[in-house]
């Protein structure tokens, strides 16, 4: 600021010693001049000025504070009495990209960093970056937008966690169904004749069927088989993230389907019930899924989830789940998290053979009523802030 008092005054000086003291000459001439000196220094700042945005944290809770750095540097002497930084964030659950604006003076020959932080009380993936920068003069006469290639274009997606609610349902064992399974357990023997866990010496109580003789022979002390446990997926949650551009805030639906969906997940792989969970990408253009049998894998199958997004087309994820299904028993039970259920999704459901068991969980707000199918599948609402009453007759 000081450079542009200190060129204003120089001018002015000038002005009165080549027109020999003619004080309204001056005075205009200045008046004409000073808009055309700060637009000249506006626009060779324009080409000084660099930002980048840094964020560190890569997942918090819905309400918690994620910290942002934002640095400016001014490499001139020119000194930009205000910058309009504009912030560009959209959430999965969103149809809109928003915007936040940052307005500060940038110091010559200085770097600078702002800190600042925002939070979300809806849950998904959050894409920032910096959409734009601005310049203005000190009367605020010329603005100059800086160049792309001057601030990084970098975006930062942080993860908003849902809390999972303690949920108590009760829980059916499905292993007498004979569900298939290519996997066993590396820790626990199981009753699977067609792998062998291991070799041991024979305990009393051992079943003499599986003695194994010939190394008996070998060792001239008895030997036992145990046999394998397969990892058997009894349960399958499906969600649909269709919600449809009529519904009634979209957010909250959103939010509903992912915490009901990381709450059942919870509650299995607390009881150490294996399962599958499953929704359809508009990034990948598939089916993602991810197998949860400890608190690690968990983890990783809810950031799997919240990065899928909102689909655009109905009935994506059963599409995607029963396409080239040999009609070949897989789950115990295959639970389906969804706002909208149709009539060709319930049918393709119920004939898919996937599952022994089906059940439709309905996300919907109080006081709305949904279509419901004709079908025989199971199909419970389950209402927007109130999760854990709306499936607490629910048996897994």
Known sequence: MVFIYFAALIATVLFYILYDGNISFM??????????????????????????????AQRCAAGQSVPMKLVITNRCFIPVPMAEITL????????????????????????????????????????????????????????????????????YEITVLPEVLPLNNAISSYNELGTD????????????????????????GDKLSRIHWKLTAKTDSLMVKDY??????????????????????????????????????????????????????????????AVVYDEGSALESALLLLSCGISRNRDTSVAALTSGSEAVQRYGHLLYICS????????????????????VLLCCHEGDEPEIPDTEIDIIPVYCGNISRSVEGLVI
């Open 27 to 56: 005075i205009c001439a200045f008046t004409v001049l000073l808009p055309v000196m700060l637009t000249i220094m506006n626009l060779i700042a324009r080409f000084c000025i660099k930002a980048e945005l840094r964020i560190d």
């Open 88 to 155: 560009a964030y959209r959430m999965s659950a969103g149809r809109n990209e928003e915007k936040m604006k940052i307005c500060t003076p940038v110091f010559p020959l200085n770097s600078q960093t702002l800190t600042a932080g925002f939070t979300s009380k809806h849950y998904g993936v959050i894409e920032c970056r910096i959409k734009s920068v601005k310049i203005f003069d000190l009367l605020r006469l010329s603005r100059f937008r800086i160049p792309r290639k001057s601030f990084t274009d970098t975006v």
């Open 181 to 204: 399974s290519s996997e066993f357990s590396q820790t626990k023997p199981g009753d699977d004749p067609s792998e062998i866990f291991g070799i041991r010496e024979y305990n009393d």
């Open 228 to 289: 394998s446990l397969p990892l058997v997926e009894c349960c399958m949650i499906v969600t649909d993230f269709f919600i449809s551009s009529s519904a009634r805030s979209s957010e909250d639906l959103y939010d509903t389907e992912i915490q009901l969906s990381l709450s059942l997940s919870s509650l299995l792989e607390a009881n150490e019930i294996r399962h599958r969970t499953a929704a359809y990408s508009e990034l990948t253009r598939q089916l993602e899924e």
């Open 340 to 359: 909208e259920f149709t009539q060709s999704a319930a049918d393709q459901l119920a004939v898919s053979g996937l599952a022994y068991r089906y059940t």
